[in-house]
């Protein structure tokens, strides 16, 4: 399995910025995914981040609201903009192992928007 | 369109008890199912995963799974139930063809002493 880890873990903020998640891998992945989870709710993909192409965004997700960078193999970051307080939820990045099909999750970032 | 249902919301047994969480799929061809648990605050820990061959997959932490293609389920079991399995279990489904993983709503396990 691989070790995945995101910054910050938590982070509260208040409405019409933007935060930018950090997802760092410890080896080389070619699948990252992000989802998000909404309180109380499972998780939902955002989009797909495969190095060296732009992201494959989810229906009901849009590129302008969430940016998303894979500059390596071994990381991604995904930005929240201009932030509302239905933003509020965990997102979570998740890599493909060496098995294919197989996901890892980091720990999350708890986003709170006031 | 694959979906994955967890009937049971919450659950709560007692510590030792016998444990089971249902998870029901729908899916064309034979599916990639995966069981993950969330303890609080935390991110998903894949307990196990079923491709193919032996419908019984074992697990960590005492954990097993069983499919049944005729009931479209893969249900998780345990045994004994540990105080420290407290957590949320999430079933999920993944196609051959993709990687994208589809999860059920989840069941909350609550264990009394």
Request: net charge neutral; with cysteine.
């Amino acid at each position: 399995s691989a070790v995945i880890s995101q910054k910050p873990s938590r982070d509260i903020c208040q409405r019409g910025t933007s935060l930018t998640i950090q997802c760092q891998v410890d080896s080389q992945v070619t699948m990252m995914f992000w989802y998000r989870q909404q309180p109380g709710q499972s998780l939902t993909l955002i989009a797909t981040a495969n190095q060296g192409s732009e992201a494959t965004y989810e229906s009901g997700f849009v590129i302008d609201k969430f940016p998303i960078s894979r500059p390596n193999l071994t990381f991604s970051t995904l930005t929240v903009s201009n932030m509302s307080p239905e933003d509020s939820s965990i997102y979570l990045c998740s890599v493909e192992g060496l098995a294919k099909n197989i996901q890892y999750f980091g720990a999350g970032t708890r986003l709170s928007v006031l | 369109a694959q979906s994955v249902t967890q009937p049971d919301i919450h659950i709560t047994v007692s510590e030792g008890a016998s444990l089971e969480l249902r998870c029901n799929y729908s899916y064309g061809a034979t599916p990639y199912l995966f069981w993950y648990v969330q303890s609080p605050g935390q991110g998903l820990q894949l307990l196990l995963k079923y491709f193919s061959g032996d419908t019984l997959v074992q697990g960590i932490k005492g954990f097993e799974a069983e499919f049944k293609r005729s009931q479209s389920s893969f249900n998780l079991r345990k045994p004994s139930v540990h105080w420290s399995d407290a957590a949320e279990y999430f079933c999920a489904v993944g196609a051959g063809n993709t990687d994208k993983l589809i999860f059920g709503t989840g069941t909350r396990l609550q264990v009394f002493p």
